[in-house]
């Protein structure tokens, strides 16, 4: 199992509640026409706790709604209701100023080293910039600041008098983490850090994020569709399905006793790496479904389950913990 | 069993400022009669080409300037271009990875099935439209008949991706070219494509070349695997040879590199350092051997073959001998 650096009974980040539904058409034709505007329900209802130096995993496939969750968190997106504490502090309600100054503990690394960097800055003034507008470091100091964030993730320094076009996509995603580290975050949101890169440049980026991880105390929301991979750098995996949490245990728990019949079919539809073992029928039938216009009030997995009946369809199920530290949002997982 | 393919040392250039990039550089392998082959390797491995060049269809500045591509034991290199027409389609097929632009947005899903069935055999317009229909039943379309007359816009990445598939069958060829058909899939969907595949592959006895990075999908669904790097294969073998005898670096590296569905505690992530190298004038010698752990001065001299390590495996490294044999 994956051991956290640090353990403490209280979360750094709680996140309480929180719902995010994108309208979509809202188009003058259609007002004229009288037709309400689509919503597309992305985060629903979604509790979360997050413990300090801990890697939260959050699975899930495209459309789930786990960048939209990692964004509200961060207020990169507003959520429409719910909470987030950070550090105790509720951050929904926070002023510009004092959000900014949040920000200062709560970074993001994106997942396109290609788009999330200002192809007309170098390097060096990037990072700079990112040093001193929380007024970290002084203008003294931050030369130096610059060449230990470069060197800290595995960059040499002449990498600053650079612009983002002349390196690699590895080079370019340790950027876009000495970015995040330079204001000394004590939470990071990666979302899908390593899902544009190369596979042979992937194992780098991971152990480079591992090790950061576990040397500077971080607490981590890893963000991904990959399975092998979140079982890997997680020490709890939360699964999203249609905007909702459906199960949340420790990587261990999750992966050898999954309970919610749409983490089994995902674990199940995961190719295994052997070659001796295949499975000759496919994990899951159906596909999700639409995220547009869903009703809410019963279960979001319901159209594909196998296990349904007569109150999923009535009722939403909640989270409930089934086993210490699993939990299950099913009705037909008894604890 | 016969060979249904043989590509035998296969040039694929692209002439652009600055040089030559040898897309695919003196590559050879075949695929066997109802035969999975799996085509491995990074972007910009050479594996799309390779699959490009068995139908001809390399795109400009791209050209294939010498090696022979036998279907059925016959050369496809000295065939004129009117003679391709039934062999691409009809003989071979290809499915392409990004099933939104390899369709065509203005026309039906149904029009360019019929129409693909159209082009190669001469049946009736409402007979084209049965198959069409029966074809999109075969592949896991549900209602078909309605299904039919949807655009492309209509159905999602999953679907778009059966209704390739379908084309790409509508004549059952007897070679399917599949270049990363999952790669921009969801995992439960490309679990069902995978299935999919294999069971018409296996129904119709129809030969796969399968190109994909994910070695969990090789697993599940080759037979036999060619890893390539840089333009050349570097290891070809049986696929569970492959898995637990690898004879090359490159793919030892590539195995220790990707998480296999254990915790770090388990077994730790073992990178390879380093970047591919720049194709454009690429230099002489192993393709891998500036990222390679193994590396001895003999790796730069000349470009290395693949040699016979047993029968049926092969490997491009010159130290395959003295560090795995035991």
Redesign the interface.
């Known amino acids: ?3 956290p650096a640090v353990t403490s009974s209280q979360p750094l980040l709680k996140v309480r509640d929180v719902s995010k539904t994108f309208i979509l058409g809202k188009s003058v034709i259609r007002q004229m026409l009288g037709r309400s505007p689509d919503s597309l329900r992305a985060v629903h209802h979604v509790d979360l706790d997050i413990y300090p130096g801990e890697c939260l995993g959050l699975v899930g ?2 459309g789930c709604g786990k960048t939209t969750l990692g964004r509200c968190i961060l207020r990169l997106y507003e959520p429409d209701a719910g909470q987030v504490f950070f550090d105790g502090q509720e951050i929904l309600n926070m002023s510009t100023a004092e959000m900014n100054n949040m920000r200062r503990k709560m970074q993001i690394v994106f997942q396109d080293p290609y788009s999330s960097l200002n192809p007309r800055i170098k390097i060096g003034e990037m990072l700079k910039e990112a040093c001193l507008v929380h007024g970290i470091v002084k203008q003294s100091e931050v030369k130096q600041q610059v060449e230990d964030l470069l060197t800290m993730v595995g960059l040499s320094a002449d990498i600053s008098e650079r612009f983002p076009h002349e390196l ?1 996509g ?1 080079q370019r995603q340790r950027v876009g983490l000495a970015r995040a580290l330079a204001v000394n975050p004590s939470f990071i949101v990666a979302d899908e850090p390593i899902s544009a890169l ?7 980026v ?2 480079l994020l ?1 090790d950061l991880q576990e040397k500077l105390h971080l607490t981590m929301l890893f963000i991904t ?5 979140v ?3 997680s020490h709890r995996v939360a699964v999203m399905y249609l905007g909702s949490i459906v199960e949340l245990a420790p ?2 728990d999750l ?1 050898s006793n999954p309970l919610h019949p749409y983490s089994r ?2 674990l ?9 073992r ?8 159906g ?2 479904p639409n995220p547009i216009n869903i009703p809410s009030g019963k279960c979001p997995f319901l159209a594909r389950c196998e296990l349904a009946r007569d109150r999923c369809s009535v009722e939403e199920p909640q989270l409930v913990e089934v086993e210490p530290g699993h939990f299950v949002s099913c009705f037909a997982v008894k604890g | 069993m016969g060979d249904i393919l043989r590509v035998e040392n296969l040039r694929t250039y692209f002439k652009v400022r600055g040089g030559v990039v040898k897309a695919v550089d003196d590559v050879s392998f075949t695929v066997g009669d109802g035969e999975v082959l799996g085509l491995v390797g990074e972007s910009g491995s050479g594996k799309s080409m390779t699959c490009r060049s068995i139908l001809r269809l390399v795109p400009p500045p791209g050209e294939i300037l010498s090696g022979r591509i036998y279907y059925q034991d016959q050369d496809i290199m000295t065939w004129p271009e009117n003679h391709l027409v039934d062999y691409r389609g009809a003989q071979v097929s290809m499915v392409l990875q990004e099933p939104m632009t390899a369709l065509n947005a203005v026309h039906t899903v149904g029009k360019q099935i019929v129409e693909t069935i159209l082009q190669h055999e001469s049946v009736s317009q409402k007979d084209a439209e049965q198959r069409a229909i029966d074809l999109m039943r075969l592949v896991g379309i549900p209602a078909p008949e309605r299904r039919l007359k949807e655009y492309p816009h209509q159905f999602s990445g999953g679907m778009r991706q059966r209704v390739m598939i379908a084309i790409a069958l509508a004549c059952r060829p007897k070679v399917l070219l599949a270049d990363e058909p999952t790669t921009a899939l969801d995992v439960t969907i490309q679990d069902q494509i995978i299935r999919l595949v294999k069971d018409l592959q296996e129904e119709m006895g129809m030969s796969v070349v399968w190109v994909t990075h994910d070695l969990g999908v090789v697993a599940q669904l080759c037979d036999r695997v060619a890893v390539m790097y840089a333009g050349r294969i570097l290891e070809l073998c049986d696929v569970i040879e492959l898995f637990e005898n690898s004879r090359h670096p490159y793919t030892r590296g590539l195995m220790e590199s990707v998480p296999s569905g254990n915790t770090r505690a388990a077994s730790k992530l073992i990178p390879i350092p380093g970047q591919p190298p720049d194709l454009l004038n690429l230099e002489e010698g192993c393709p891998f051997r500036e990222r390679c752990r193994y590396t001895v001065e003999r790796c730069q001299e000349k470009d290395i073959p693949l040699v016979k390590v047993s029968d049926k495996h092969y490997s491009a490294c010159i130290r395959q001998k003295e560090l795995w044999e035991s």
Do not use: C, W
């Open positions: 199992m994956n051991e496939e495209s690699s590895g190369d596979v042979s440049i992937q194992a780098q991971i152990n591992v569709h990959d399975l092998r991979l079982r890997y750098v990587v261990d992966f079919a995902l199940a539809a995961a190719p295994l790496m052997n070659p001796r295949r499975s000759r029928v496919a994990a899951i039938k596909e999700p």
